[in-house]
């Protein structure tokens, strides 16, 4: 069965990086892209960030994010990443990946990674 | 920016009762509009797509109806498992934007 499996929680300082994994299995990578949305603690509301394309890397970042994330892929592991550069306080939140595709949307999950930013 | 306004914010119904959640657009989305569901601590999880597709493994009583600006997701009856959070989410333009929400409690 589809299965994302994502990294572990992370505790960042202000103006530091993280890098989330996201390990998929159960299908073939490079057929769906993987999405990236992020959810305040708390909040109901998710943020679609961006998107990877693991055929062939391609990437299409949210504004919001733009020059501080960077989404790349390892299609030898079927592992997604998502860099988060210069973190914020606001930066506070589950990170959530996806596969994604134009036909079956996102249609499955990764269980989520808390990332803290707190100094 | 599409605004997409989710009607009502609460739904208080019993299980077995039917649910009818709203989500009407700023201007139309044709269909690109999905449906989620989380519940706490969870993964958000996609129900609906393209504005009437049901999901893999969705059960038959949530559907989704609509198109242009107006949407609806019903669930026919309720199950215990139906109490979460909902949300419409639409795609037309990257990267989309989300209603605000409906919460679907016991009542």
């Known amino acids: 069965q589809v299965q994302l499996v994502q990294s572990g929680a992370e505790v960042k300082k202000p103006g530091t990086s993280v890098k989330v994994s996201c390990k998929a299995s159960?299908?073939?990578?490079?057929?769906?892209?993987i999405t990236w949305v992020r959810q305040a603690p708390g909040q109901g509301w998710l943020e679609w960030m961006g998107?990877?394309?693991?055929?062939?890397?391609?990437?299409n970042y949210a504004q919001k994010f733009q020059g501080r994330v960077t989404m790349t892929t390892d299609t030898a592991t079927n592992t997604a990443y998502m860099e988060l550069r210069t973190l914020r306080s606001d930066d506070t939140a589950v990170y959530y990946c996806?596969?994604?595709?134009?036909?079956?949307?996102?249609?499955?999950w990764g269980q989520g990674t808390l990332v803290t930013v707190s100094s | 920016e599409i605004v997409l306004t989710q009607s009502p914010a609460t739904l208080s119904l019993s299980p077995g009762e039917r649910a009818t959640l709203s989500c009407r657009a700023s201007q139309s989305v044709v269909n690109f509009l999905a449906w989620y569901q989380q519940k706490p601590g969870q993964a958000p999880r996609l129900l609906i797509y393209y504005g009437s597709n049901r999901a893999t493994g969705v059960p038959a009583r949530f559907n989704g109806s609509g198109s242009g600006t107006d949407f609806t997701l019903t669930i026919s009856s309720l199950e215990p498992e139906d109490f979460a959070v909902y949300y419409c989410h639409q795609r037309l333009s990257w990267p989309g934007t989300l209603g605000q929400g409906t919460t679907v409690e016991i009542k």
């Open positions: 159960g299908y073939t990578f490079t057929t769906y892209d």
């Open positions: 996806a596969r994604d595709s134009s036909t079956t949307w996102t249609d499955s």
């Open positions: 998107w990877i394309r693991p055929y062939n890397g391609h990437t």
